[in-house]
């Protein structure tokens, strides 16, 4: 039993020693510097509302846009279709605007770029994209919304795109031709297929397992008393 | 003389076949280590075939498209889910039969041996399932390998063998796929092999707490069992194989980190969740250690579940520790844990 206390004390020792130190890091590392668009298996509505189902498993990435404050960028698809969802804190949409531009993807390898200027969409702009804006209790939320295969270019499920998407926001009346899009950070970007959907089964095996268990148990002390 | 007397004259399998075991051995709880013997030749069957098409090499995609290939055609895909499925029905056996093997006392003396090379058996079953879902070389793959990368370069000196340096100028993909397809199963087989032989010495099941006047049958009746269930297995998984393909998700993007591993790792994934990915080796060893040193912690002679609480209780436990992690990695969102060791 001695080697067994001991053993125990170890693997107490270790977790409070090497691990609590790391719990805060546990949840970031990989996928830094890539937006991933979530497959929902839904249709996907452009309601400017991050509260919906269809936002509610996807990881967003936040960045200081170029006013300073903390904007929110995240995606998803359905395989024929791919919002983008922008939220910041706004007061009000005059002198403000959101840009997200994809690298080369315009005409002649040029960006494409949606933007809304002052709560509005901008013309001239990628006709296949749809837009959808609102401020509520001091908080702005933006979707641009596209068909995959539309437009100046199409958009590969499970391809990756690296340094492909940027994006940013202002509320001071900053006029769009002014900002060096190639200055903005660059994020990877993938569609992501539906993802673990075969049947993994795990919670009827733990059943099953506990259930046999019980079996097992029944099963021998009957064997064993007779 | 029948060509089965010529055979069983001439390899002297009297001693084996004609040896009496007690007559619950033939029940279905104690017929698992067989069916699962009998699925690991499909695995080694259905490994072989695969092997003729897979091309473990992974730049330009090689090894992904290989296995895009197979699953295209329609009889290599079926192969290609047979074994899928196999390796899944062996890992639920595994993990019932050592369940079964512990609640009836198994492993109590003189069969300490015979329960460690069992959970030896286990951990090299993992090792296997691991280094399969690697070959693929899909996401699920890219991931499971960045996983064992930076495992091994967090565990210094303990880890080398594992790590690309160990043999840089060779694509570590090739020697995951020697792992996969020489190594272990020829590991697997030294240690099925000495199962069975400790298993021939010290007579099926336990005997402590069976009655006496239990009738004994020949151990010739255990094997044909062994065939029937063994036979109605590989029925079951060319029923699934014909109906479910095995998963292959998109070509693996090593710079994003999405999905969850198989059911029976979602408690390793529960572990990463919450202490980051470097807590693995800290928990998994000393599991394996535990478990190991069962036969040395539970030492009387008592057989019946019914006399042996404490034993039954840290298996409930152990039991329920296990279901819990697995339920709520399963439930939970999918995280990044890469990236964050130092």
Redesign the interface.
């Known amino acids: 039993m001695k080697?067994?206390s001991f053993?125990v004390f170890?693997?107490l020792l270790?977790?409070m020693t090497?691990?609590?130190s790391?719990?805060a890091?546990?949840?970031?590392?990989?996928?830094?510097?890539?937006l991933?668009s979530?497959h929902v298996s839904e249709d996907l509505t452009l309601q400017p509302d991050q509260s919906l189902p269809q936002w509610m498993?996807t990881?967003a990435v936040k960045f200081p846009s170029l006013d300073g404050s903390t904007m929110t960028l995240m995606s998803v698809n359905n395989s024929t279709y791919a919002v983008f969802l922008v939220s910041r804190t706004l007061n009000s949409t005059e002198g403000s605007g959101v840009v997200i531009a994809f690298e080369g993807a315009g005409i002649n390898g040029s960006d494409d770029v949606w933007s809304i200027i002052d709560g509005k969409q901008v013309t001239p702009l990628d006709p296949s994209v749809k837009t959808r804006s609102s401020i509520e209790h001091g908080k702005f939320t933006a979707t641009f919304g596209r068909e995959l295969e539309s437009g100046n270019f199409v958009l590969k499920?499970?391809?990756?795109y690296d340094s492909f998407v940027k994006a940013t926001s202002w509320n001071n009346g900053t006029s769009l031709d002014s900002i060096n899009l190639d200055s903005l950070k660059h994020w990877?970007f993938?569609l992501?297929?539906p993802?673990?959907e075969?049947?993994?089964?795990?919670?009827e095996?733990?059943a099953?397992?506990?259930g046999?268990?019980a079996i097992?148990?029944v099963?021998?002390?009957r064997?064993?008393?007779? | 003389m029948s060509v089965a007397s010529w055979f069983r004259n001439r390899l002297a399998m009297d001693p084996i076949f004609g040896h009496l075991i007690p007559d619950h051995a033939n029940t279905l709880s104690y017929v698992l280590g067989g069916i699962i013997l009998v699925l690991g030749l499909v695995l080694g069957i259905t490994g072989i075939l695969l092997q003729q098409v897979y091309e473990p090499m992974p730049h330009e995609s090689a090894a992904y498209s290989s296995v895009l290939y197979l699953t295209h055609h329609h009889l290599w895909n079926f192969v290609r889910n047979m074994h899928y499925w196999g390796a899944q029905a062996i890992l639920f056996l595994v993990y019932i039969h050592m369940i079964r093997a512990y609640v009836s006392g198994s492993y109590k003396k003189p069969r300490e041996l015979l329960w460690i090379s069992g959970v030896v058996l286990l951990v090299t079953v993992w090792l296997l399932s691991f280094s399969g879902s690697v070959l693929k070389w899909d996401q699920e793959g890219v991931e499971a390998l960045g996983h064992n990368l930076e495992l091994t370069n967090y565990l210094g000196p303990f880890g080398y063998w594992f790590s690309p340096e160990f043999a840089h100028q060779i694509p570590f993909l090739v020697r995951m796929n020697s792992a996969h397809v020489t190594m272990l199963p020829v590991f697997a087989l030294v240690l099925v092999g000495l199962h069975l032989y400790l298993l021939r010495i010290h007579g099926m099941s336990s005997q402590s707490g069976a009655p006496l006047a239990e009738r004994k049958v020949p151990y010739s009746t255990h094997f044909k069992k062994m065939i029937l269930y063994g036979t109605i297995a590989i029925g079951i998984i060319m029923v699934i194989s014909a109906v479910v393909s095995a998963p292959l998700s998109t070509f693996g993007n090593p710079k994003i980190e999405v999905t969850k591993p198989d059911w029976y790792m979602l408690w390793v994934y529960a572990i990463e969740d919450w202490w980051g990915l470097q807590a693995v080796p800290y928990i998994l060893a000393p599991a394996i250690i535990i478990m190991l040193l069962v036969p040395f912690i539970d030492r009387n002679a008592e057989t019946s579940p019914a006399k042996r609480k404490l034993m039954m209780a840290l298996l409930v436990v152990a039991l329920l520790l296990y279901v819990g992690m697995t339920i709520y990695a399963a439930m939970t969102p999918p995280q990044s844990h890469l990236g964050m060791m130092k």
């Not at chain 1, 075969?198 to 919670?203: A, G, N, T």
């Not at chain 1, 064997?223 to 007779?226: G, M």
């Open positions: 080697s067994i053993l170890l693997v270790l977790l090497n691990l609590n790391r719990t890091e546990a949840h970031e590392g990989a996928g830094a510097g890539w991933l979530y498993e990881k499920v499970g391809a990756p990877g993938e992501l297929p993802i673990d075969y049947p993994k089964l795990p919670i095996i733990s099953v397992l506990v046999t268990t097992f148990i099963y021998e002390t064997r064993q008393s007779h």
